[in-house]
């Protein structure tokens, strides 16, 4: 199984700071149709999960502009430009390019 | 608007069998693959399987975890996904949700509870 490995496992931002979390596959996550299916998650409390980022660096719709994903191969993050206080609850990479689909093991994200 | 909502959670013993259901409105069932998450308490998220649409099969992965014991089905007439869960283990309590498509898995279910236990 790819195992997807998530940094930092706790993140305390200020309100209106950046906030970057790091994510590693142990395989690369290019499809054999040139696709890399890395997906970014938020989840909040007493909420489902909610896709934030798909194929890296796709913005789901309604997804605020601040959130953004880049990297390519095994090496992936997301960023949160100015975090609000809407922004806490815990981050997850997903990868769908092999099977099983695997998760890191999440980002809590809080406000300092 | 795309909604998903999933129901038959409950309580149940270790051994039983419980069947979840998926239903989707607000775009077109029958094209997308349909996906089954999961999350027990205090835990991460986990895959559980999901089912291509008809266009490309209908075929089925699972995680290895559920593999023979839980089955993924559809019914297209209905807009349903369904998972039935045999065999159930205490560590098969979590939070069940559904999503539409595999790979980019873009709508989530409010999910629903599924607890394993004497």
């Known amino acids: 199984d790819i195992v997807m490995t998530q940094t930092p496992l706790s993140s305390p931002v200020t309100l209106g700071q950046p906030a970057s979390i790091s994510c590693r596959s142990s395989q690369s996550l290019v499809h054999s149709d040139g696709n890399t299916y890395l997906s970014w998650l938020q989840l909040r409390p007493g909420q489902p999960p909610r896709l934030l980022i798909y194929k890296i660096s796709n913005r789901f719709s309604g997804v605020p502009d601040r959130f953004s994903g880049s990297g390519a191969g095994t090496d992936f993050t997301l960023k949160i430009s100015r975090v609000e206080a809407e922004d806490v609850g815990v981050y997850y990479c997903m990868q769908a390019t092999h099977f099983p689909l695997t998760f890191g093991g999440g980002t809590k994200v809080e406000i300092k | 608007e795309v909604q998903l909502v999933e129901s038959g959670g409950g309580l149940v013993q270790p051994g039983r069998s419980l069947r979840l259901s998926c239903t989707a409105s607000g775009f077109t069932f029958g094209d997308y693959a349909m996906t089954w998450f999961r999350q027990a308490p205090g835990k991460g998220l986990q895959w559980v399987g999901f089912i291509r649409n008809k266009a490309s099969g209908g075929t089925i992965e699972y995680a290895a975890s559920v593999k023979g014991r839980f089955t993924i089905s559809r019914d297209d007439s209905k807009s349903i996904v369904y998972l039935q869960m045999n065999s159930l283990k205490t560590e098969d309590t979590a939070v069940y949700y559904c999503?539409?498509?595999?790979?980019?898995?873009?709508?989530w279910g409010q999910g629903t509870l599924v607890t394993v236990s004497s």
């Open positions: 999503t539409r498509d595999r790979v980019t898995t873009d709508y």
